[in-house]
T-cell receptor, first 115, second 116 residues
Framework: DVKVTQSSRYLVKRTGEKVFLECVQDMDHENMFWYRQDPGLGLRLIYFSYDVKMKEKGDIPEGYSVSREKKERFSLILESASTNQTSMYLC??????????????FGPGTRLTVL | AQKITQTQPGMFVQEKEAVTLDCTYDTSDPSYGLFWYKQPSSGEMIFLIYQGSYDQQNATEGRYSLNFQKARKSANLVISASQLGDSAMYFCAMRLGTEYGNKLVFGAGTILRVKS
C-alpha cells in the first residue's frame, strides 16, 4: 500500500523559531511536493523536487526552503517562523517524468500554529 | 495564466441523489490533465478520478464521473447516489506539463454536505 508520512500532525511554534517539517514516502517516487492549504485558497505549491538534491520553487516559496538529500525524504524548513505561516502543510509524491496519468499521493498533513 | 476555478464554496445534496461539482480551467497548453481529489474532515487527500486532455471519453470510476467539456474548459465532477460518507471537501486540480513531472494547480475547493 502506498504511503506518505509526515513527522507531525500538529505543531505549535513561536515566532522566530526555525521549524522543520519532514516527509517520507515509500513508493520510490521521483517527485515530491510541499503545499500549504488555507481556507478559500485551496492548496498552493511551495516547493517541489524532481530528483535528489534538485528543487524548484512553486507559487509561494517566500519564507521557506527545502532539502532533499535522499530520494524518500523531503524536508520543508521555515528559517524564522512567522504568524502568517500558520497553516496546514501537505506533502505529496508522484511518479517521474513522462507519466501522463500519475496522480499525487498525499500525506496526512501537519497543522502548524505559529504564536 | 493557468488557473482552476471552483465557483461553489458549498453544496448540499440529499442522500441517494446525484450532485454535480463545478470546475472550470484556463490553460493554453494543448496537453493537460484534470484531477479530482476528496478531502474528508480527517484531512487526507484522496484521489478520485482523472481526465486527460486527449481522452475521447469522459472518465468514470464507480459512482464518480467527470463531465469533460473541452470547448467550455469545464471538468465537472458528478457523484451519483450520494452517501453520507461523501460529505467532504472536493478539489479540482490541473496538471501542468513541465519537463520535471506533474505539477498540480488546485482550485479553492467545494464543501459537500450530504443530508439524510
Amino acid at each position: 500500500d502506498v504511503k506518505v508520512t509526515q513527522s507531525s500532525r500538529y505543531l505549535v511554534k513561536r515566532t522566530g523559531e526555525k521549524v522543520f517539517l519532514e516527509c517520507v514516502q515509500d513508493m520510490d517516487h521521483e517527485n515530491m511536493f510541499w503545499y500549504r492549504q488555507d481556507p478559500g485558497l485551496g492548496l498552493r505549491l511551495i516547493y517541489f523536487s524532481y530528483d535528489v538534491k534538485m528543487k524548484e520553487k512553486g507559487d509561494i516559496p517566500e519564507g521557506y526552503s527545502v532539502s532533499r538529500e535522499k530520494k524518500e525524504r523531503f524536508s520543508l524548513i521555515l528559517e524564522s517562523a512567522s504568524t502568517n505561516q500558520t497553516s496546514m502543510y501537505l506533502c505529496a509524491s508522484s511518479l517521474g517524468r513522462g507519466r501522463l496519468v500519475s496522480e499525487q499521493f498525499f500525506g496526512p498533513g501537519t497543522r502548524l500554529t505559529v504564536l | 495564466a493557468q488557473k482552476i476555478t471552483q465557483t461553489q464554496p458549498g453544496m448540499f445534496v440529499q442522500e441517494k441523489e446525484a450532485v454535480t461539482l463545478d470546475c472550470t480551467y484556463d490553460t493554453s497548453d494543448p496537453s493537460y490533465g484534470l484531477f479530482w481529489y476528496k478531502q474528508p474532515s480527517s484531512g487526507e487527500m484522496i484521489f478520485l478520478i482523472y481526465q486527460g486532455s486527449y481522452d475521447q471519453q469522459n472518465a468514470t470510476e464507480g459512482r464518480y464521473s467527470l463531465n469533460f467539456q473541452k470547448a467550455r474548459k469545464s471538468a465537472n465532477l458528478v457523484i451519483s447516489a450520494s452517501q453520507l460518507g461523501d460529505s467532504a471537501m472536493y478539489f479540482c486540480a490541473m496538471r501542468l506539463g513541465t519537463e520535471y513531472g506533474n505539477k498540480l494547480v488546485f482550485g479553492a475547493g467545494t464543501i459537500l454536505r450530504v443530508k439524510s
